[in-house]
T-cell receptor, first 110, second 114 residues
Framework: GQNIDQPTEMTATEGAIVQINCTYQ??????LFWYQQHAGEAPTFLSY????GLEEKGRFSSFLSRSKGYSYLLLKELQMKDSASYLC???????????FGPGTRLSVLP | KAGVTQTPRYLIKTRGQQVTLSCSPI?????VSWYQQTPGQGLQFLFE???????NKGNFPGRFSGRQFSNSRSEMNVSTLELGDSALYLC?????????????FGPGTRLTVL
């Protein structure tokens, strides 16, 4: 089967650092993606990992461990505009379907 | 470069009717995927089209169908609408680069079934 787990909700303070975890079990693996989705809007691409390790993009970093079926998205210097849902997705079956997790709703408080 | 466009943005239908949604991918992208998003189920994959052929299909009933035209535009059709079909329907076009596949989502069509 295919299963992707993320925490449902997280809260953090403006200026802080937050780590959003994602664990997955899928048939095949061809990349893990993180998307940001603001309420009422479409998801937007944040990051892509296919090899183990950390990928850094400005205030956002994403980590992958394929042996553990685990990834995290790290957001630094949080801003109010970072309040959104963060979706973890895996491309499975060696380049076929995208399987999305339920999303983590992040609230950034002043 | 224009983004993914979807029409219509909002739609209200009644049970038993059918509906057709349209998606135009980013120019040069040949892969189009459709998703259904609901508060309870999250984003669920419907199907993917590549060069006018259905390449993948999710676990949805046969009432959900789609097609892709030679210009890569895609349509999704839902027949015999049910209340549970009320959702945001998202279309995404995929670009393949050395960094892998990246999906770009359109704004979605919000379908309400009464």
């Amino acid at each position: 089967g295919q299963n992707i787990d993320q925490p449902t909700e997280m809260t953090a303070t403006e200026g802080a650092i937050v780590q959003i975890n994602c664990t997955y079990q899928t048939s095949g693996f061809n990349g893990l993606f993180w998307y940001q989705q603001h309420a009422g809007e479409a998801p937007t691409f944040l990051s892509y990992n296919v090899l183990d390790g950390l990928e850094e993009k400005g205030r956002f970093s994403s980590f992958l461990s394929r042996s553990k079926g685990y990834s995290y998205l790290l957001l630094k210097e949080l801003q109010m505009k970072d309040s959104a849902s963060y979706l973890c997705a895996v491309r499975d079956n060696y380049g076929q379907n995208f399987v999305f997790g339920p999303g983590t709703r992040l609230s950034v408080l002043p | 470069k224009a983004g993914v466009t979807q029409t219509p943005r909002y739609l209200i239908k009644t049970r038993g009717q059918q509906v057709t949604l349209s998606c135009s991918p980013i120019s040069g992208h040949r892969s189009v995927s459709w998703y259904q998003q609901t508060p309870g189920q999250g984003l669920q994959f419907l199907f993917e089209y590549f060069s006018e052929t259905q390449r993948n299909k999710g676990n949805f009933p046969g009432r959900f169908s789609g097609r892709q035209f030679s210009n890569s535009r895609s349509e999704m059709n839902v027949s015999t609408l049910e209340l549970g079909d009320s959702a945001l329907y998202l279309c995404a076009s995929t670009m393949t680069t050395g960094a892998g596949d990246t999906q770009y989502f359109g704004p979605g069509t919000r379908l309400t079934v009464l």
